[in-house]
Structures are given as structure tokens and as C-alpha cells.
């Protein structure tokens, strides 16, 4: 089994940026397919980003496109996630996630903590 740790989450200004970074533990980190979801105040939890076990196929949600990057370094046990141009509405807490594929929230098998961030308007 697979242990997941988030961390880069914090308070930027609309339009920053930020990186989150996710450790897992174990020697299959690089078997999994491995992705972040978020969950803002009174919502439901959504999906954000996936990226396969190699890195050579990536998924978005459509309203982070062009603005986030999903990338992972196998040889750290490390996925990345980096935000650009930050808006209010990606305020919550950002998971970090594995499994064979991560796309749905049933189909997710592992889960970090979480870590928050906040943009500021």
C-alpha cells in the first residue's frame, strides 16, 4: 500500500501561482496512476488533474486547462502539480490520489490528506 503526502498548498493573490508537491511511500508509487482532486467549502469533491504511471498521458478538468500542470518523477516517489494564473474560484483542499484510474471518485483507491490553498480576490 501506498501512502500519499501533500504539501505547496498556501494563500496566493488571483493570478499566482503554486506548486504542489505529493510524495508517496512504497516501492508501486510508480504503478499507479496518480492525480489530485479538490474540495471547496460546501462542495462536493471534484476531479483535477491524472496522470498515468509513465507520465505520458495526462487529464484535466476543463476549467484548470491551460493554467495547471500535472507531472511526476518516478524516480522520487514525487507527482507535481503546478497552478499558474490562480483564481478565487480554485480556492479548497487539493488531494492527492492513486489508483488504476482516477478520473472518478469511486475508482480511486488512495488518498492523501489534503492541503489548502486559498486564493485571494
Sequence with gaps: QVLL?????GLVQAGGSLRLSCVGSGRTFSDYTVGWF???PGKEREFVAAISWSGATTDYRDSVKGRFTISRDNAKNTMYLQMNRLKPEDTGVYYCVAGSDVRVQEWVRIWGQGTQVTVSS
Excluded: P
Excluded at 503526502?5 to 498548498?9: F, L, Q, Y
Design 5 to 9: 503526502v501533500e504539501s505547496g498548498g
Design 38 to 40: 479538490r474540495q471547496a
